[in-house]
């Protein structure tokens, strides 16, 4: 099984640019042509929240038009830009989404590996938050199949970057999850986007990574009191690939053409 992860793609009505300077929805339209050009196509594509930049209802419907060329189920959580009124109802009809309830959260159990959607959005807030609710909500789903390879995929790293500025709207309550899953060695991977850049991190026993932007990136300044900033390093995806007995391998792969495989022997 491949899973494709694609995240922060800041969506914005047809014609308009993000902060006034980024395409991202000519970005993300040549995400999806190299999804759909990958040698072995994803059976699964995650989007990990900042689905739009503002989460206008606009927004969505330009989002469903740029991902409709992808054949594979697309499952989306919702991130800090987002407004999960607008998502849910340009998305309801999929399928997989809750109907009511506040939180986003959703199990898809149709694949070889078990998809655990998290909503770690707190309305107005940058910052995300695993609460009691959902670390219960968490704990009771994980709970069910103790022994199926999984995946959870959520907006917010519940972990510290160093990235300053990142780290004021960081995740709160991320030691709290660590701790369930550390009792569940069947989690594979928590899959994260939010930090505009490619990160990896151990998690309660489980590997926790963030995922390149589709658009721009946050500018690695590791320094306490460097002002943030946005740089348009090259955008990326990440490429889960699950073989049974072979475990889950995370592949970075870089968007764009980067011409004609030079075969060699
Ligand atoms: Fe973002
Ligand atoms: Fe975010």
Known sequence: ??????????????????YDRVDTNAMLKATVATLMKLPRRPDVVLA?????????LEEYEVLRELLAPLSMPVY?????????????????????????????????????????????VVPGEGHGLMCL??????????????????????HHPPFLTGLADMDRI?????????DIVARFPNVERVLCGHVHRFMLRRLGGTIAMACPS?????????????????????????????????????????????????LFF
């Open 1 to 18: 099984m491949i899973i494709a992860q694609i995240t922060d793609l800041h969506v914005r009505p047809r014609g308009r640019l993000a």
């Open 48 to 56: 990990t929240g900042d689905l739009t930049d503002c989460g206008l």
């Open 76 to 120: 989306l959580v919702p991130g800090n830009h987002d407004r999960r009124e607008n998502m849910r109802a340009i998305f309801y009809a999929k399928g997989y989404l809750p109907a009511d309830g506040e939180f986003l959260h959703y199990v898809v159990d149709a694949h070889p590996v078990r998809l655990i959607g998290l909503d770690t």
């Open 133 to 154: 609710r959902r670390l219960n909500w968490l704990e009771e789903q994980l709970a069910r199949a103790p022994g199926e390879p999984t995946v959870i995929f959520m």
């Open 170 to 178: 960081n995740c709160r309550g991320g030691d709290s999850m660590a």
């Open 214 to 262: 589709t658009a721009s990136q946050i500018a690695l300044r590791l320094a306490p009191e460097a002002p943030p900033a946005s740089v348009m390093e090259p955008p990326g995806c990440l490429i889960h690939h699950w073989q049974p007995g072979g475990g889950l391998v995370s592949h970075l792969s870089p968007i764009g053409d980067s011409g004609a495989p030079m």
